[in-house]
């Protein structure tokens, strides 16, 4: 009867492999969990990042062809940077993420109608897409410029 106790002593004390497998396959898990997770937070934080910049290029070259005269807008239409091509107003290249985005400007004749005033108002529809390299649109300006009264 000794020995039967001693044996179930012996038993009780530490860990038996199965027990240590499970622990081991619980800890691989969570860890595995925690960095999916991590990894998916970067991935949205680099996309966020990459829409960011390609508003602030469209933001860029809407505040260039707004400043246009008039009679030149139509030159924009079909304006079209490639990515890794994109050029300020001084014809400078833009830093950084920008080299990732590409941008192209479309322009159309349009009309507008003022319904508190009864007036129509003729002139020009700007579109200004960001994309990037895969061709996907990440951002896009549309704004109506009047046509100047003479």
């Not at 469209?58 to 940077?81: I, N």
């Not at 990515?83 to 833009?94: H, K």
Request: charged share 20%; net charge neutral; hydrophobic share 45%.
């Amino acid at each position: 009867s000794k020995q039967a106790r001693r044996r179930s002593g012996i038993s009780r004390r530490g860990l038996t492999l199965v027990e240590s497998l499970i622990a081991a396959v619980l800890l691989v898990t969570v860890v595995t969990a925690v960095l999916g997770a991590l990894s998916a937070g970067h991935q949205h934080a680099m996309e966020a990042k990459r829409l960011i910049t390609a508003s602030l290029a469209a933001e860029q070259l809407m505040a260039q062809v707004t400043t246009t005269p008039y009679s030149q807008l139509g030159q924009w239409d079909g304006w079209d940077e490639t990515p890794g091509t994109a050029m300020n107003a001084n014809d400078e290249a833009l830093p950084g993420l920008f080299e990732l985005i590409g941008r192209r400007v479309i322009v159309r004749s349009s009309s507008e109608q003022l319904d508190e005033v009864q007036i129509i108002l003729m002139g020009s529809i700007v579109t200004i897409e960001s994309y990037g390299a895969d061709g996907r649109i990440l951002a896009r300006l549309v704004r109506f410029i009047p046509e100047p009264q003479a």
